[in-house]
């Protein structure tokens, strides 16, 4: 079991940037994937970005070049950097653990105005 804790959203404009961290309960190295979701209301769940123990990351189309994940062993956090966000990046993050993304944190909001 591993809990996850969302912290660093927010309202912010267009253009702007947040920094999200996802704390977890235990050691994240031996957790294969961290991975950060967004949903917008109305909208499906959608991943936004994962990174590996191994150092590999991926992103979705839409966040390439903007958003950054990474993953912090030394304080059991993943962070997720977002650059020149823009309206519809609004939604609620979440982030998973796990390679099947067993484990889920509550999510945190993130309001981008025009």
């Known amino acids: 079991q591993v809990q996850l804790v969302e912290s660093g959203g927010g309202l912010v404009q267009a253009g702007g940037s947040l920094r999200l961290s996802c704390a977890a309960s235990k050691t994240i190295a031996s957790i294969s994937i961290m991975g950060w979701h967004r949903q917008a209301p109305g909208k499906e769940r959608e991943l936004v970005a994962t990174a590996t123990n191994g150092g590999r990351t991926n992103y979705a189309d839409s966040v390439k070049d903007r958003f950054i994940i990474s993953r912090d062993g030394t304080k059991n956090t993943v962070y997720l950097q977002m650059n020149s966000l823009k309206p519809e990046d609004t939604g609620r993050y979440y982030c998973?653990?796990?390679?099947?993304?067993?484990?889920w944190g509550q999510g945190t909001q993130v309001t981008v105005s025009s």
């Open positions: 998973s653990a796990g390679r099947y993304q067993n484990y």
